[in-house]
């Protein structure tokens, strides 16, 4: 059980990095979402940014629903910490 909940907390970590890139690399407008590697990271995240974006529509040109995923993301983290800290004493 440990093992599963270790898990699941990499996978969220290398998961709110592929979200850091995703929206870091949104404040280039040349990048050719269509082109690999960029598609890639565009089809692993944009699901989950997705779901965020229909609660937060864009306001004036700005996307704040990233803001609401990564908090999300590292609520969820810290939940799977302190299960695995618990399960371990």
Same mark, same amino acid.
């Given at each position: 059980?440990? $093992?599963?909940?270790?898990? !699941?907390?990499? /996978?969220?970590? @290398?998961?709110?990095? *592929? ?24 089809? $692993?995240?944009?699901?989950? !940014?997705?779901? /965020?974006?229909? @609660?937060?529509?864009? *306001? ?30």
């Amino acid at each position: 059980m440990i $093992l599963l909940l270790q898990a !699941l907390q990499t /996978f969220i970590g @290398i998961y709110t990095a *592929l979200l850091f890139i995703r929206i870091l690399l949104s404040w280039f407008p040349n990048i050719d979402w269509y082109n690999q590697p960029w598609a890639l990271i565009s089809q $692993l995240t944009d699901p989950y !940014l997705n779901l /965020f974006r229909s @609660i937060i529509p864009p *306001l004036g040109g700005m996307d704040f629903s990233p803001i609401l995923a990564l908090l999300l993301l590292q609520v969820v983290s810290s939940l799977f910490t302190q299960v695995v800290a618990a399960a371990v004493f």
